[in-house]
């Protein structure tokens, strides 16, 4: 395969949001806490986020630091940093992401350094800031990102074999309508609010084509901590 094994790890609620209210029961919380065994039993290479989650996790909306000239930058990829145990990749097609250094600590997994997918919309600004923090970048697309011509070139350029997209409904959504998720794997937690505005797992979005529902078939379902339940699912391939 030329790409990563693909899977798609979630904490939910009953009523399949990711985020909103829920997220402070303890019945949340042992959901995140079987997360984090969860994301250890796939032991990723990379994982993937949205500028959005990214934001709200990580650069915590501050603004990137940019010239106020910048000379013209080639429009190719950029390879800081190889070999690493752990890398972060963020779907960024404007460029918009602050960051601070290049690579992130979460949840006592190992320092995961920074990998930006980018758009020919990104300015040349941005790309001599990410050059100056040594932070590697794909050009995957003109107006929107590509997400089958990114994961190929994760595994050409940084020989990620197992990528986790963890992302907002959105992303996980262009994901799965590119066909790109093995493997989908949630863990529920006995708990629902029933906000019709916080986002699900997969929400798709009007500028994009839209090929279909997604099937799936199971793979196991475990009861674990408090009433969660982690289910494994399969992508069911047409053939």
Not at 163 to 186: P, Q, R, V
Request: net charge negative; glycine share 6%.
């Amino acid at each position: 395969m030329d790409r990563p094994y693909i899977v798609c790890l979630m904490s939910t609620s009953l009523d399949g949001k990711i985020t909103g209210s829920y997220m402070d029961t303890p019945e949340a919380e042992s959901s995140f806490e079987e997360y984090e065994r969860a994301n250890q039993f796939y032991q990723p290479q990379a994982w993937i986020n949205g500028r959005v989650t990214v934001d709200e996790n990580f650069t915590f909306y501050e603004k990137p630091d940019l010239a106020a000239e910048a000379a013209p930058i080639p429009h190719e990829d950029h390879v800081a940093l190889t070999g690493q145990e752990n890398y972060l990749v963020a779907a960024d097609p404007s460029g918009r992401l602050g960051w601070k250094q290049n690579y992130v600590e979460y949840a006592g997994r190992p320092k995961a350094y920074v990998i930006e997918l980018l758009t020919e919309q990104v300015s040349d600004a941005y790309l001599a800031f990410l050059q100056e923090m040594q932070i590697s970048y794909l050009f995957v697309g003109k107006d929107t990102l590509d997400f089958t011509l990114a994961v190929q070139k994760l595994k050409k350029l940084f020989g990620i074999e197992k990528l986790k997209l963890s992302g907002g409904g959105i992303l996980n959504w262009s994901f799965a309508n590119e066909g790109l998720i093995d493997e989908l794997s949630l863990i529920v937690a006995p708990v629902a609010d029933g906000d019709p505005n916080t986002p699900t797992v997969f929400e798709r979005s009007k500028k994009l084509p839209y090929h279909g529902p997604v099937r799936f078939t199971l793979k196991s379902a475990e009861p674990v901590k408090d009433g969660c339940v982690w289910l494994r699912y399969l992508a069911k391939r047409d053939v």
